[in-house]
């Protein structure tokens, strides 16, 4: 039932704009910050990060795909759906679906003669994580709400654009009792690129991710460097490729590396 449910809502978001032609106009969409500029899209992905630190290793690979809808000139809705899979040292593989997730965003464009300007913010909601055990990194009976908020500027072959998160686990309630304590964390991220082709830019990305519980939760935190680049076609759509290079010392990074392949194919919603 639930896989029915996201199938409709992925056919909402996508099937209205199947007969539109890519836009190159706007800002290039980020390879790993989630972007605050709107867009109707949908984007493919198959990631891999691993750990390996006092004996311990783990590996985390993931596909997924996503769904994004601009239903007017500066909002738009998402979702997305993926399979995960996850190993840790002596402990058997676990595979399972990602959250069910949706959220709403909003982006507003401002020129500025040769330039543009960039606002925007967005909210997140996820359902619980079926069929998964409790891990350290997150607890799969809690609910997460995630809102964002972030800046973009554009001159030329030049663009950036920045995101600040913040993501707490929740219940129905909505607050903890004695019995329980919510992962909470805040998140930075900036990616700036370059176009060094028509069809050809670069990206060197940052985030940075801090648990509001350092102690209880440093297998939260993170900063890492994501150096990537996209090729753009005139019809097929958009491949990109990207790599993650930890910038924390192993004790305190939550992941060592990874990388991470996207398609990404745009539709025009202009009249």
Known sequence: MKN????????FLIVPSLFSQPT????????????????????????YWDKDYN???????????????????SFSVVSSIGRNQYSQTDTAKEVTWDRWNAGIKYGKIFENGSSQFLI?????????????????RENPDFYLVRPNFGLGYKYGIFQIMSEFRFQTETN???KESSLEEFKRFYQ??????????????????????????RTADKN???????????????????????????????????????????????????P
């Open 172 to 174: 129905k309630h909505g």
């Open 4 to 11: 029915k449910i996201i199938i409709s809502l992925f056919s």
């Open 120 to 136: 925007g913010a967005g909210l997140r909601l996820y359902d619980k994580k079926r069929n998964s055990e409790f891990r350290e």
């Open 220 to 270: 939260l935190r993170y900063f890492n460097l994501y150096p990537g680049i996209s090729m753009n076609t005139e019809s097929l759509g958009t491949f990109s490729f990207s790599v993650l290079l930890g910038v924390l010392p192993k004790s305190d990074n939550a992941m060592d590396r990874g990388i991470r392949f996207s398609y990404f194919y745009f539709f025009d919603t202009s």
């Open 24 to 47: 190159n106009s706007g800002f290039a969409h980020p390879l790993q910050i989630d972007p605050v500029a709107v867009y109707t899209k949908i984007r493919g992905n198959a990631s």
């Open 188 to 213: 930075v991220g900036i990616a700036p690129s370059f176009a060094i082709a028509d069809s050809v830019r670069i990206f060197t990305e940052l985030e940075y991710r801090e648990p509001l519980d």
């Open 55 to 73: 004996q311990v290793k783990e590996i985390n690979k993931n596909i997924n795909i996503e769904g994004e809808y601009k239903f007017s000139e």
